[in-house]
Structure formats: structure tokens, C-alpha cells
């Protein structure tokens, strides 16, 4: 039953001295044992003795650095910046390197499909009715994603005011550890060539950057299966002068309100048995507390320590540190479609490894092979359960019997076509509709309401159509169908596949296939490239300090006005390298050494 409820996970893809193209492998990659981290441990082991040696002056338990959340950008920040201070990550979820679930593309679609309290993956769902994840484990999204790796355009660096130099030198330090290239599936080749076919040209081989044209991007995946996570960039830390506590959840931060303006002295967490403790900043000039708690995590944390729009927090009987009506506004989801394509050729498990970049800002790439048996999930609660995180959300009338037995049976559809098929999947790059983000209560383990107006601007509506005759064309084209041995299909008898699966919540019409504009709308998923939330000139600075207070700032996704790359993870792992590194600089010179 598992399976059949959550296979709404294979429609998705939810991150110098080296030549501007991928290095092929021949890198020396950086030994480590990933589970010799002697930093890394359980949240309730703090306690101000443990933690003196960590301190800046040896007295008490202050950091130079706090960092909340150990994600995609929080470990490489957390690294880099031990080179020269003490920090504490403090991370909500455990580690990834003994979850099998986490560490194997064969169980990419379980890991989604876990929704127990203990899962690397959260899930929740949009007011729009899209299912959506986040990440809730050291290593953040780069431990539930698809793995695929591709660089910011330089357009993007130069719109968001970085040195173009520093970021060609931090991408390489995260790709040394834990950047592969891909062994091209059939399945994936033949992608690759259908799009050249269709005029998606010129072929760019094997390389990280984001240009327009077909390309094979790299991958967090090593040629066993196995997934790198950021989390390994940790190998780069001074294990003397960083702490990482796992299952510690941050309640608030902490501010002295007593002077002109706001001034962060530390934060409030909880450990894995629900005991609070308090973790301080030291009182050196320079010293901060950083937010790195992702698109969901960061502008609720925000809020729920009295930084926000002034009605909000004060509906939640919320002291007001500092009113900001723009903390959880703009924020946007990258909107995905997908056509699910038959088979006579056996499938492979592949994720993202071919993609088409488009001129008209659309992604073309592939998912195969996830079909797999019911007793692959083995965690997992009923459609009709309140312990359902997933469906915890969904309106009681949505949960009925024969609302859910309905549900099933659609599911059962899906599972024959995903065993004997695929999907080809397009993703809309810098949508222009934007959304916000809202508190539901004070309890910073539950989800916060989120809008992301999918299509609710008309020229991404407008791409989206485009891009749907385009992947019609992926898929009818000659190369694909000597792949799939399957005879030419009429465009809207596939396109029904795709509605008949049935991957979100939202209401289905009667032309949902005869309007391409309606197929869009009734069939958007996500690939969790959501961002937004805290962005900078509205929350943060360019150098992403928080407007109106000291020692406070937030390094990650939330902060960006759009999701770089095709992916975005290669972008926040190496925002993580480059921030801390502009951070030491700024802070000790030439002595920083980085």
C-alpha cells in the first residue's frame, strides 16, 4: 500500500586551477572515513564541561560561531570556518551515513516515501495541493535529492554581486570530495540524443557548467550507487575546533533587546529527550549566529524568535525583536511537469544524468527504473492516519473511505505504468509567480503554511505549454521510439497517463488534456528547488547579514531570488566554501590562510 501512495516520489527529481569544464575523474579526490567524524555527537552530550575546549577563552561554553542547521550550505560553512574559530552546527535531524536509505540510488524513492518522525526526509504539502520534502539530516537536501550537480551560469554570479574568482576556486573544493560523473544509462542516451534530434543543440559533453544545450552534468553519486552528501565536507574541518550535535532542534534565538538595536547572544535548542539547553556566542567582535536552515527552516526560525511581519507574530502571542513584513515572502517553487512514457525495453535505475537547457528557460531531463516491490518501504503509516505526516495536512473530507480507496486505486495504475516506464520531466527555471510562507504555531518541529501560486503568473504559464509540445516531441521522436520499441502514441493519450497518476491534491478537468495550459496546472509537481523566504535588500544584506540586528545572518536557499543551475545544490555547497571563506578574510586578512 506504501508504494502505491507514495510513488508520487518517481515523479520527481526534490542540493581555480581546474578548466571551466568538469575534471573527468581525474582530480585526486580527498581520503576521509565518513564515519570518523570525532565531532559529531548526540545533542544531550552538551553541557558547558564538554564544551569548554570548544570555547574561544576556555571559560565557558561560547562559540565564535553558532551555525543552525547542518545542511547543503551549513556543512561546508561550518568546515571552513573551523579553520580559524570555534563553531557548534547544530543539526534537527541524525547523521546520513548509516541510513541505507539515504546512501543508495536503488532506494532514492524510499527514502522520500518514509514519513516517520525519524526520517531524513519532512514532508509536507503547499496550499497549491503539491507534495513537497525537506530535508531533516546532516547533509540537508544532498541527502534526498537526485543527486544531479551542475554550476551557476556566470549570470548568475554576477547578478547576485559575487567574486567571480573565489567562486571558480570554492566549486572545485566541493567537487573534489564528492562530485562523480555518471555512467550513462540506455535510457539516459537516449534522452541525450532525442533532444539533439529536436533541435536542443549543441551537445556540451560532460561538464558542470550551466549552458544552454544538451549536456551530461555530474553527480553525488559514485559509480557503486552510493551517494556523497555534503555532510562529507566536513572531512575539510579542524576536528579541534568544531562541534556538531545532531538531533538538536533550535527553538529561538536569543537576542539582547537592551541597546539601540537588537544584539544575538546565543540560542535556544533542544535535544533528543527534550531537554533545553542554551548555547552562547562568544562576546569577540565578530562573532555570529548563522541561519542555514534552508527555504522553510530559516524564515520560520525567524519568526518564531521575533523577527517577522508584526501581525504574525503577535497573532502567536510572539515578543517582537524586530518587525520585517518581508521574512517568508517571495518565495517561489520551480514548477514540473512530466510525461510518463510506456516501455517494451527493460529500464534501469537511473536519476538525473542527461539535460536538455533550454533558451526558453525550460529543463528537459529523465527519472527511470523506481518501480519496485511493497515490501521495499517498510516504514510507513496508512492514507487514513492522523500519523501520516503527509497526509496529516489534508483536509479530514480528503481522508475519507472512499476518498482513499479512490486514491488507491489510481495508485494502482501508476504502478503498472511506472514498472514498465519512465518519465520525461520538465522544469520551469526563474518562475516568475512567487508566493509566502506563514507560521501555523510556535512549534518549530511542525511544518509552516506555504504558497508557492504555481502558474499564477501567465508568462509561466505560457512557458510551461511550450515546454510540454517540446517533451511531446522528446518522446515521439525517432531515437526514443527505437528505444522504447513502442509504437508513435497520440500526444494526449500520453499526456492522460500523467493525470491519470494522480501526484498531487489539486482538482482535476474534464480538458485537463485536450488544454495543455489546464495539463500544466492540474499536473505541476515539484523537484524541490523551492527558495526564497529571507531575501536579500528585503531580510538580509548582500553579504547576508540581517537587516536591523547584529550577529545574525542567513547563508542559504532562502535567500535567493532564484534557484541556480538546474540543480541548486552544486550553488549552496559552494556558497557554503565561499561565504566562510569571505567571512575569515573580512575578519583576520592575509592570516585567515584560506
Given amino acids: ?42 545533542a544531550s552530550t552538551f553541557s558547558s564541561s564538554s564544551s569548554s575546549s570548544f570555547s574561544s577563552n576556555g571559560q565557558d561554553s561560547s562559540y565564535d560561531y553558532i551555525v543552525i542547521g547542518g545542511g547543503t550550505a551549513g556543512c561546508p560553512l561550518a568546515a571552513t570556518l573551523s579553520q580559524n574559530f570555534s563553531v557548534l552546527v547544530l543539526e534537527r535531524g541524525g547523521v546520513p551515513f548509516t541510513n541505507a536509505n539515504v546512501s543508495f540510488l536503488r532506494n532514492f524513492h524510499i527514502g522520500l516515501a518514509d514519513t516517520s518522525a525519524s526520517s531524513a526526509s519532512q514532508a509536507f504539502v503547499s496550499t497549491d495541493g503539491v507534495f513537497n520534502a525537506r530535508a531533516r539530516v546532516l547533509g540537508g537536501g544532498s541527502c534526498i535529492n537526485a543527486g544531479f550537480y551542475s554550476r551557476a551560469d556566470d549570470a548568475f554570479v554576477k547578478r547576485s554581486g559575487w567574486d567571480p574568482k573565489l567562486v571558480k576556486e570554492s566549486y572545485p573544493w566541493v567537487e573534489r ?85 537588537p544584539r544575538v547572544t546565543g540560542v535556544i535548542f533542544k535535544d533528543e529527550k527534550g531537554n533545553q539547553h542554551q548555547a552562547l556566542l562568544s562576546n569577540r567582535k565578530g562573532s555570529e549566529v548563522i541561519l542555514s536552515s534552508g527555504a522553510m527552516g530559516s524564515p520560520q526560525m525567524l519568526m518564531l524568535s521575533g523577527i517577522g511581519p508584526k501581525k504574525e507574530l503577535q497573532r502567536l502571542k510572539i515578543p517582537v525583536v524586530l518587525e520585517n513584513e518581508h521574512v517568508g515572502k517571495g518565495m517561489a517553487d520551480n514548477p514540473m511537469n512530466t510525461i510518463l512514457v510506456p516501455s517494451k525495453a527493460p529500464i534501469e535505475q537511473s536519476l538525473i544524468q542527461t539535460v536538455g537547457i533550454t533558451k526558453m528557460g525550460v529543463y528537459v531531463e529523465a527519472s527511470t527504473g523506481f518501480g519496485q516491490s511493497p515490501q521495499s518501504i517498510h516504514t510507513h503509516y496508512g492514507i487514513m492516519s492522523d500519523k501520516n505526516e503527509l497526509f496529516s495536512a489534508t483536509p479530514a473530507k480528503q481522508r475519507r473511505p472512499e476518498a482513499a480507496q479512490a486514491f488507491i486505486r489510481r495508485k494502482k495504475y501508476q504502478l503498472h505504468e511506472a514498472f514498465n516506464g519512465s518519465f520525461i520531466l520538465e522544469k520551469l527555471a526563474y518562475p516568475l509567480s512567487r508566493g509566502h510562507l506563514s507560521l501555523v504555531n510556535t512549534n518549530v518541529d511542525d511544518n509552516p503554511s506555504v504558497t508557492f501560486n504555481y502558474f499564477k503568473h501567465p508568462a509561466d504559464l505560457q512557458r510551461c505549454v511550450e515546454a510540454i509540445r517540446l517533451v511531446s516531441k522528446v518522446v515521439t521522436s525517432k531515437r526514443f521510439l527505437n528505444y522504447t520499441q513502442c509504437e508513435k502514441q497520440d500526444v494526449h493519450k500520453m499526456l492522460s497517463l500523467s493525470v491519470k497518476a494522480n501526484i498531487n491534491l489539486r482538482p482535476k478537468q474534464l480538458n485537463d488534456t485536450e488544454s495543455m495550459a489546464q495539463f500544466c496546472k492540474d499536473t505541476v509537481v515539484t523537484i524541490w528547488h523551492y527558495h526564497g523566504g529571507c531575501l536579500v535588500g528585503k531580510v538580509v544584506s548582500p553579504n547576508r547579514r540581517v537587516l536591523g540586528v547584529d550577529r545574525l545572518r542567513v547563508i542559504d536557499g532562502s535567500t535567493f531570488h532564484e534557484s541556480p543551475g538546474t540543480n541548486p545544490q552544486a550553488t549552496l555547497m559552494m556558497m557554503g566554501r565561499y561565504m566562510g571563506v569571505k567571512i575569515l578574510r573580512k575578519r583576520l586578512g592575509d592570516k585567515a590562510g584560506v
Avoid at 508504494?3 to 575534471?23: I, R, V
Fill in 177 to 261: 570530495v564528492i562530485v562523480h560523473q555518471p555512467k550513462l544509462t540506455l535510457w539516459q542516451k537516449a534522452l541525450r540524443d532525442s533532444l539533439l534530434e529536436v533541435g536542443v543543440r549543441p551537445f556540451n559533453g560532460f561538464t558542470y557548467d550551466h549552458v544552454s544545450g544538451t549536456k551530461v552534468g555530474g553527480t553525488i553519486f559514485d559509480r557503486f550507487g552510493r551517494r556523497h552528501t555534503s555532510a562529507e565536507l566536513l572531512a575539510y574541518a579542524n576536528p579541534q575546533k568544531l562541534r556538531v550535535l545532531i538531533y538538536a532542534t533550535v527553538q529561538k534565538i536569543v537576542f539582547d533587546t537592551s541597546g539601540t538595536r
Fill in 1 to 42: 500500500m506504501a508504494l502505491k501512495l507514495f510513488l508520487f516520489a518517481l515523479l520527481l527529481c526534490l542540493p581555480t586551477s581546474l578548466s571551466s569544464t568538469a575534471s573527468k575523474g581525474k582530480e585526486k579526490k580527498l581520503k576521509f572515513n565518513p564515519y570518523r567524524y570525532s565531532f559529531i555527537e548526540k
